[in-house]
């Protein structure tokens, strides 16, 4: 019954780290757009930006991806054969990936608070879909619980990736045309 209770934790957390971090992308995307403003409205939203950033990180992100963590964990622990299996040991290298996004995510907002970034909002959009081919990538080897189609799963995620980085090229043309008919 533990297991089962640590299962529907995990679940829950996983769900909020992830809305944390596509959040978390997408405020970068708007911070770094800011710059675009006069130099009173930056202040203005780069200050705002901050605020908004932190509480989200701190509030909801991290403890998120540490209550994600022991859940797992303590699954581990009422149920160990799981690190047997080949479906999991690849899992945990997608959510080993996933940690470091996080903490990589961590950088740039410190980057973008002591306003040192150099990354533009394309490549922030480009940054966020990283996220979304890890969270493919768990939920189909859990639901699948196959490695074996490591092939086809790799092909299928590399074709997400430039379908993704596609339709960031096309709102991006789409966002510049837009505003230049204003």
């Known amino acids: 019954m533990v297991y089962l209770y640590a299962k529907s934790i995990h679940i829950i957390f996983v ?33 705002q930006f901050i605020i908004m950033e ?20 303590v699954m581990f622990y009422f149920n160990p054969a799981l690190l047997q299996t080949p479906w999991m040991r690849v899992k945990l290298g997608f959510v080993l990936g996933l940690i470091v996004y996080h903490f ?6 410190r980057l973008l ?6 990354w533009t909002s394309t490549q922030l959009r480009l940054w966020n879909e990283v ?17 074996v189609n490591w092939i086809f799963g790799l092909t299928g995620l590399i074709f997400l990736s430039i379908l993704l980085m596609i339709a960031v090229k096309i709102y991006k043309r789409y966002r510049n045309n837009h505003s230049k008919e204003k």
């Open 15 to 47: 769900i909020c780290w992830m809305a944390g971090l596509f959040y978390m992308v997408r405020l970068f995307v708007y911070h770094t757009e800011a710059k675009l403003k006069s130099a009173d409205e930056y202040q203005i939203l780069h200050k």
């Open 54 to 73: 932190s509480k989200l990180w701190w509030v909801i992100t991290t403890p998120a991806m540490y209550l994600t963590i022991v859940a797992g964990l």
């Open 131 to 147: 996220a979304t081919i890890i969270l493919f990538a768990i939920v189909f080897i859990v639901v699948l619980k196959s490695a």
């Open 104 to 109: 990589l995510c961590q950088r740039i907002m």
């Open 113 to 118: 608070k002591a306003e040192i970034s150099k």
